[in-house]
């Protein structure tokens, strides 16, 4: 079974994964990237308007197959914002 890594990075710091797990291919990877995003967004809420959230997986060969993201927008209604 292929083995895939997951870096993530939270718009601030890059994390490689240098474990990996072993999925069945590469939509199930898919899959386990879109579970991660919102405990990344979760973990690292925006200290700003907007943070894009992003999972890379890799193959064993070290080649980025897919890229997932998450864009957390803040926006404030007009007649709320501070003068």
């Not at 193959?59 to 197959?65: M, S």
Request: hydrophobic fraction near 40%; proline fraction near 5%; charge should be negative.
């Amino acid at each position: 079974m292929p083995r895939y890594f997951f870096d993530t990075y939270d718009g601030n710091r890059l994390i490689s994964d240098s474990e990996g797990i072993e999925l069945q291919s590469v939509e199930m990877a898919r899959i386990e990237a879109q579970k991660a995003l919102p405990d990344l967004a979760r973990d690292a809420l925006p200290d700003g308007n907007q943070k894009t959230f992003i999972v890379s997986v890799r193959d064993e060969a070290g080649q980025v197959v897919l890229r997932a993201a998450l864009t957390v927008i803040v926006e404030t209604a007009p007649d709320n914002r501070s003068a």
